[in-house]
T-cell receptor
């Protein structure tokens, strides 16, 4: 069992739909990243959060440390949101374990017009 | 700012050959790291560095060497390429140590696609 698991693996939506991608982890973490990998392969950091919720434009990320779960929401989805979304968990305390991250396998999102 | 620059973008090697993947960043980031991405698996950390002269192993370090002589550069060396090292390699950097708000996003290069035959 992977330490970081994402669901679903693949997601197809119609333009305008509300999207939710889930990330569960089995180890104690100090922070969690959400990344976006474009069809061309480039990777962009969307959020890094250790508690609560963060919002940027149409993207919202939440984390529940007690339940070991994070979600990435996309409101009013658009075809340009089509990409692979990856969550990555930073295990342990920041100061003692450096910046080692454990990555989920990613969720392939396709938004159709 | 160019951000994180990786070269080359594509490379084909024969088994046993050696090569160096280059990574440079112009953001004065102390933390730099190398990952490999394989189908059906998440990104996996190969080596990382928290400053010039400091490197450490990640999850899959065998067959790879790194050095950090400057803040800007973090090259990854394949000592004797094997078909199992066929992968897409990403370099990433971030601030170190992190700020109190843990606001240290990773900045990725565009990747190097390596094929070993």
């Amino acid at each position: 069992k992977n330490e970081v698991e994402q669901s679903p693996q693949n997601l197809t939506a119609q333009e305008g739909e509300f999207i939710t991608i889930n990330c569960s982890y089995s180890v104690g973490i100090s922070a969690l990243h959400w990344l976006q990998q474009h069809p061309g392969g480039g990777i962009v950091s969307l959020f890094m959060l250790s508690s609560g919720k963060k919002k940027h434009g149409r993207l919202i990320a939440t984390i529940n440390i007690q339940e070991k779960h994070s979600s990435l929401h996309i409101t009013a989805s658009h075809p340009r949101d089509s990409a692979v979304y990856i969550c990555a968990a930073k295990k342990g305390e920041w100061e003692t374990s450096g910046s080692r991250l454990t990555f989920g396998e990613g969720t392939q999102l396709t938004v159709n017009p | 700012n160019a951000g994180v620059t990786q070269t080359p973008k594509f490379q084909v090697l024969k088994t046993g050959q050696s090569m160096t993947l280059q990574c440079a960043q112009d953001m004065n980031h102390e933390y730099m790291s190398w990952y490999r991405q394989d189908p059906g698996m998440g990104l996996r950390l190969i080596h990382y560095s928290v400053g010039a002269g400091i490197t450490d192993q990640g999850e899959v370090p065998n067959g790879y060497n790194v050095s950090r002589s400057t803040t800007e550069d973090f090259p990854l060396r394949l000592l004797s390429a094997a078909p199992s090292q066929t992968s897409v390699y990403f370099c990433a950097s971030s601030n170190w140590p992190p700020t109190s708000s843990y606001n240290s996003p990773l900045h990725f290069g565009n990747g190097t696609r390596l094929t070993v035959t």
